[in-house]
């Protein structure tokens, strides 16, 4: 089982002294039998007066931090050690009514899937839909993995992988329009994708490496990527942006509907007009043995 040490160390500059408000940190992975913390450590700089951890209403942990000093920076830095076993993508099972699409999630999940079903982006010429529709057999039955594999190959053949140091998401019509994004887009367009088909989907934010040493695309920030429930093995990942199936190589630190609700560090501060000097990002991923995985560093919003 792979042991990894992720670091994650975000770094805030300001020209001149500034105050902060508190800030919501999410680093901290979420713990499971796929990946269990050995140990965590959250280093902030300058110190502040109180950090309270709480769970959100998706059961993310979330570090809530105020201050009492002012500062020219603020540097929040995440250590992790965790043992990572996800499933391989082999390996999904999937109850007999649902391997075939179309199907219908069983009325006991339902009542607790209905909000991840739903749709969050206007889709007026249904360009989603239609492209979504693309992906359903009409000479045979559809095998439900081989469609969502289908559409995860899709986006990484079809679409070209851009950094983008804006924060925020694309729609996912402009995603399909202009054909390239950031994984945060790429999530986005499967998502809403596999809820016009009337599967449920979540975004997840996280980090992405290679156990077999191959590149990855994401790497040095912060990951996104989808989770579909699939009755028989329950919430199963899908990373469109590297076309992986079943969480090899990525590690859930948040989970939500929105990615508006998984933002790893917010927060606000007060100090003069033109204050803000920018703000660094670096993850760095190490196997025990050394081995490293998606080191660098990068502007807040490339991921």
């Not at 300058?46 to 993310?60: E, L, M, T």
């Not at 028989?232 to 590297?242: C, K, L, R």
């Not at 990615?259 to 190490?286: E, H, K």
Request: charged share 25%; aromatic share 8%; net charge neutral.
């Amino acid at each position: 089982m792979p042991i990894l040490t992720i670091d994650h160390v975000t770094t805030y500059r300001y020209s001149k002294p500034v105050s902060f408000g508190e800030h919501r940190i999410m680093m901290r992975p979420r713990a499971a039998h796929d990946q269990r913390i050995l140990e965590a450590d959250l280093d902030i700089d300058p110190a502040p007066q109180r950090v309270r951890w709480v769970h959100d209403v998706f059961g993310n942990s979330v570090a809530l931090a105020t201050f009492s000093r002012r500062a020219r920076a603020l540097r929040v830095a995440s250590r992790v050690r965790l043992e990572h076993e996800p499933l391989d993508g082999g390996g999904i099972e999937v109850e007999d009514y649902a391997r075939r699409y179309p199907f219908s999630y069983a009325a006991e999940d339902m009542a607790d899937l209905l909000r991840t079903i739903e749709r969050q982006h206007p889709d007026p010429a249904r360009l989603v839909d239609r492209w979504a529709r693309g992906f359903v057999r009409m000479d045979r039955p559809t095998e439900t993995l081989a469609l969502l594999a289908a559409m995860t190959a899709a986006i990484r053949r079809d679409f070209t992988y851009v950094p983008r140091h804006a924060e925020g998401t694309q729609t996912p019509v402009e995603t399909l329009g202009v054909r390239q994004g950031t994984c945060r887009d790429f999530a986005m367009l499967m998502i809403e994708a596999a809820r016009s088909l009337g599967l449920a989907a979540h975004f997840v934010s996280g980090y992405v490496y290679s156990p077999r040493g191959a590149g990855v695309v994401g790497g040095g920030n912060t990951h996104a990527w989808v989770r579909i429930f699939l009755p028989g093995s329950g919430w199963i990942e899908y990373d469109p942006t590297n076309g992986i199936v079943g969480g090899n190589g990525l590690v859930r630190v948040a989970v939500a509907r929105d990615p508006r609700q998984a933002v790893p560090l917010s927060g606000s501060f007060i100090g003069f007009p033109g204050s803000n000097a920018g703000m660094d990002v670096s993850v760095d991923i190490r196997m025990d043995g050394d081995q490293r995985y998606g080191s660098g560093a990068a502007a807040a919003g490339a991921a």
